[in-house]
């Protein structure tokens, strides 16, 4: 399995992120599996927002909900993180990740770097 994160590199204070990842090798809709995003803001510890499952159903860390929402394409195998009204605080190497609520991380992509600032 292999997951490739894309999105900008850059985004200004107040708007909104959007990542989406491309899973190849495995299917986002098979192996009741789930499909996380996890970030590491620069001096921190990696940081779980949320997953979406192979129902589609998500799960969503409880002191981002009210900013995060994640979704999917199935025709494209993809999912796709938004995080409203980031802060330069959102600053991070943001990852997709296979795994979740109930299963070990076990494929990375490689991670990309978003950097809040005006």
């Known amino acids: 399995v292999q997951l490739q994160e894309s999105g900008p590199g850059l985004v200004k204070p107040s708007q909104t992120l959007s990542l989406t990842c491309t899973v190849s090798?495995?299917?986002?809709?098979?192996?009741?599996?789930?499909w996380s995003w996890i970030r590491q803001p620069p001096g921190k510890g990696l940081e779980w927002m949320g997953a979406?499952?192979?129902?589609?159903?998500?799960y969503l860390k409880s002191s981002l909900k009210s900013r995060t929402s994640i979704s999917r394409d199935t025709s494209k195998n993809q999912f796709t993180l938004q995080l409203n009204s980031v802060t330069p605080e959102d600053t991070a190497v943001y990852y997709c990740?296979?795994?979740?609520?109930?299963?070990?991380?076990?494929?990375w992509g490689q991670g990309t770097q978003v950097t809040v600032s005006s």
């Open positions: 090798g495995g299917s986002i809709t098979g192996g009741y599996h789930e």
């Open positions: 979406i499952a192979y129902s589609g159903r998500t």
């Open positions: 990740v296979k795994g979740g609520t109930w299963a070990v991380f076990d494929y």
